[in-house]
């Protein structure tokens, strides 16, 4: 069921990006998360980021589609997800964000709404 609603929010929300048919991962040491959207620096192997998963040190991990569309981010630390952004976009590109929290808490940014 959990699944079917979940399918059923994402066909309702059409700014979701679902046109990706090859998306990459890459590992990096250190992001900007300060700007929107988010900047990551100091590209790592998937050797290094493994060796700082069983060291509990943070990274990230950045999803990107094979368009040069970024799907998403995640930062690591301590053996668990610290926060993931699943990025919102259209044909004008992103423009918002799903943050995930460490406990599983889901919230939405949203670049176009006024504070």
């Not at 979701?16 to 929107?36: G, I, P, Q």
């Not at 094979?66 to 799907?71: A, N, Q, R």
């Not at 668990?80 to 889901?106: E, P, R, S």
Request: hydrophobic fraction near 35%.
């Amino acid at each position: 069921m959990k699944i079917i609603l979940t399918i059923v929010i994402l066909l309702l929300r059409p700014s979701v990006c679902l046109a990706c048919d090859n998306a990459t991962e890459s590992y990096f040491s250190s992001a900007n998360l300060k700007v929107f959207p988010e900047r990551v620096y100091d590209p790592i192997d998937k050797a290094e980021a493994e060796r700082r998963e069983k060291a509990g040190k943070a990274y990230y991990i950045q999803l990107v589609c094979d368009s040069g569309d970024v799907l998403m981010l995640t930062k690591r630390y301590q053996k668990k997800i610290l926060f993931q952004f699943d990025y919102l976009d259209n044909a004008d590109g992103i423009y918002g964000k799903l943050i995930t929290d460490a406990n599983g808490k889901v919230s939405e940014y949203d670049s176009r709404k006024k504070p």
